[in-house]
């Protein structure tokens, strides 16, 4: 079957460490990957778009990387601070899909200072 | 700058009533319109999609209907109400590129007693 699967156990770094997210996908083939950010109660808040012939997408502290061939995309935070504590959504996009995203559950990230 | 409405932000209606969630953006045109629902722990299910006025996809077949009003207007209903819509319903907009990330609104918690 096909999936898209985040750790969906939550996630404790110290502050000012590096925190690192996976998104692990089988049996799609994905065209882009995004990745977005949600607090409790609210909606999700798109952080970035990786596309598949891209490796990495940098975007100030937050790196992303795409790994076609291991089916997995790593999203990670430098110098983590505890405004970044929410919960992280990954989110492909088929090639063949039009307007459907594929979501992962997303995983919860606690930055303790 | 473009901004996204959706309200109310909590409704606790009976089972059997009828159900009226409106979001609207602003600040674009014909912009991609969508609904979602997401359950604890779960991925965000596509309810809804347009492209245009009058033009509604539906993803899962369901208790519920979209339409789309208006340019910037998209509407979820209910006629009766079911345990099972209890959850939280987000909106959200695309620009109409294939990789268009997406803009969420701050969502609906509903529970149906």
């Known amino acids: 079957s096909q999936k898209i699967e985040q750790n969906s156990e939550a996630l404790n770094i110290q502050e000012g460490k590096t925190a690192t997210l996976t998104c692990n996908y089988t049996n799609y083939s994905p065209a882009y990957l995004q990745w977005y950010r949600q607090d409790p109660g609210r909606g999700p808040v798109f952080l970035l778009l990786?596309?598949?012939n891209e490796k990495e997408k940098r975007k100030e502290r937050l790196k992303v990387t795409f790994d076609t061939t291991l089916k997995q995309s790593l999203f990670h935070i430098t110098a983590s601070q505890p405004a970044d504590s929410a919960t992280y959504l990954c989110?492909?996009?088929?090639?063949?899909?039009?307007?459907?995203?594929?979501w992962g559950a997303g995983t919860k990230l606690i930055i303790k200072p | 700058s473009q901004t996204i409405h959706q309200w109310p932000a909590t409704l606790v209606q009976p089972v059997g009533s009828p159900l009226s969630l409106e979001c609207t953006v602003e600040g674009t045109s014909n912009p991609n319109l969508y609904w979602y629902r997401q359950a604890a722990g779960r991925g965000l299910q596509l309810l809804f999609y347009?492209?245009?006025?009058?033009?509604i996809s539906s993803e899962v077949p369901q208790n519920l209907s979209a339409s789309r009003p208006q340019d910037r207007q998209f509407i979820l209903s209910s006629k009766k109400l079911l345990l099972s819509d209890s959850g939280f319903y987000l909106c959200a907009w695309s620009g109409g590129e294939y990789n268009s990330p997406l803009h969420f609104g701050n969502g609906t918690r509903l529970t149906v007693t």
């Open positions: 989110a492909l996009t088929p090639v063949d899909s039009n307007y459907q995203l594929i």
């Open positions: 990786i596309r598949e």
């Open positions: 347009s492209v245009g006025i009058g033009q």
